[in-house]
């Protein structure tokens, strides 16, 4: 085993719904119990997920057994401990990060398969998860922290060419988006996509559709973001505004793929559906807090063969291919940094829908930089 630990493990944790008002507090913790292919990871930079948020707020569960929670999965810092069953080539001094899942079982077809997010056992989210692999039902604690613990499976050097401040949100916010544009052919069997919801996730879907060779159509529910979107690989813009059924009028059938990352409860599903082609898929990677979604016009999927979908992060494979690419095509997302000890400003201001587009948290201590 290389590196010893000589230090505390401490973040910034909400423990009530109030906590996205500002109310985070930094406290001390207790990692999983250190197992041979872990790996520490001193951490500089951790991107603001719309996840943290809901998960802060309890909006998509009873969060009362799980607080306090220290959120945060858009993670990358320099690897100061290393286990010594790690067999992926991390080595203390790498520069490294994880997304938003730290362990699954490892065996299982979806596991082998390279599909660990859909892993039969069930995925350990980098935070509010129970490990059960290794340190059997320790918590898991996120990155908005000064260390972070975890299965060395999940975590992935970033290239050199790759900016790391740049890299952490990609971790999560860019393969959850990188991931269905890939298997559902952007580019090739997908030559037109839409991206609906322009936020963290739907900038990067834009970078990395253009960068795959798609025709691009932005869907927002206002003009504010239109600029910034033909910037950032739209050839189209679409304004569903307050009428969306003449919004998307003259433009019905006119789209192979529609990636969603709306978390809009009341999103207008039937209409975003009238844009596809025969044949076309709809991806739902939103969650909205209700935890449902609009009634579906079932002659609107029948009479076009419209296939919808969803879609969970992306797994360490596909984490590496969209570094790759990243790298190889110089992409760079729109991030604003944020101190770490500012994190109780910054999250209102993610709440607030401000990040244009991705808020990514700075540990100055740690070596980070703003
Ligand atoms: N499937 C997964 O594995 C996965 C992974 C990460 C995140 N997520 C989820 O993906 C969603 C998006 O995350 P994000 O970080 O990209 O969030 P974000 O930065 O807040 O972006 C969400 C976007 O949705 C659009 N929107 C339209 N109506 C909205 C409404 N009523 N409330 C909120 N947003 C509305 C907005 O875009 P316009 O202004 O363009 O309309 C907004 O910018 C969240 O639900 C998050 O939990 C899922
Ligand atoms: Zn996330
Ligand atoms: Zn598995």
Not at 96 to 109: I, M, R, Y
Not at 133 to 162: C, D, Q
């Amino acid at each position: 085993m290389s590196g010893a630990q000589d230090y505390k493990f401490e973040g910034w944790a909400g423990d009530s719904p109030d906590s996205i008002k500002g109310n985070l507090k930094w406290i001390e913790y207790e990692p999983k119990k250190f197992a041979d292919d872990d790996v520490d990871i001193k951490v500089h930079y951790c991107g603001i997920c719309a996840s943290d948020i809901s998960t802060l707020s309890a909006g998509w569960m009873p969060m009362d057994e799980a607080y306090p929670q220290v959120v945060g999965h858009e993670i990358v810092g320099e690897v100061v401990r290393v286990g010594p069953n790690v067999k992926n080539g991390l080595k203390v001094g790498d520069i490294a990060g994880v997304g938003a899942q730290c362990d699954s079982c490892l065996e299982c077809k979806y596991c082998v398969d390279h599909k660990e997010q859909y892993c039969n056992k069930g995925q350990v989210g980098t935070y509010n998860g129970k490990y059960y692999r290794t340190s059997e039902g320790s918590k898991s604690w996120g990155g908005y922290a000064n260390y972070w613990r975890g299965p060395s499976h999940f975590v992935l050097p970033i290239p050199k060419e790759i900016d790391p401040a740049e890299a952490a949100p990609f971790l999560c916010g860019g393969v959850t988006v990188f991931s269905p544009l890939k298997q559902y052919g952007a580019g090739t069997t997908a030559k037109d996509v839409g991206i609906i919801g322009i936020g963290g996730l739907g900038h990067f879907a834009l970078i990395f559709a253009k960068a795959l060779g798609a025709n691009v159509t932005a869907i927002s529910h206002s003009d504010h973001k239109k600029d910034d979107a033909l910037k950032l690989g739209a050839s189209d813009f679409l304004v569903t505004g307050d009428d969306v059924e003449d919004a998307v009028k003259g433009r019905e059938r006119s789209l192979d793929l529609l990636i969603c990352t709306s978390n809009d409860p009341s999103m207008p599903l039937n209409s975003y559906l009238s844009l596809l082609r025969p044949g076309g898929n709809f991806v739902l990677v939103g969650v909205p807090e209700t935890g449902k979604l609009p009634d579906l016009a079932p002659f609107t999927i029948i009479m076009n063969n419209i296939h919808i979908g969803g879609s969970a992060i992306g797994s360490p494979d596909r984490i590496k291919e969209m570094l790759d690419l990243i790298a190889e095509k110089n992409l760079h997302p729109w991030i604003s940094k944020w101190p770490l000890s500012k994190v109780n400003e910054a999250v209102p201001a993610m709440v607030a829908g401000k990040a244009r587009y991705r808020y990514v948290l700075v540990n100055e201590e740690n070596g980070g930089k703003l």
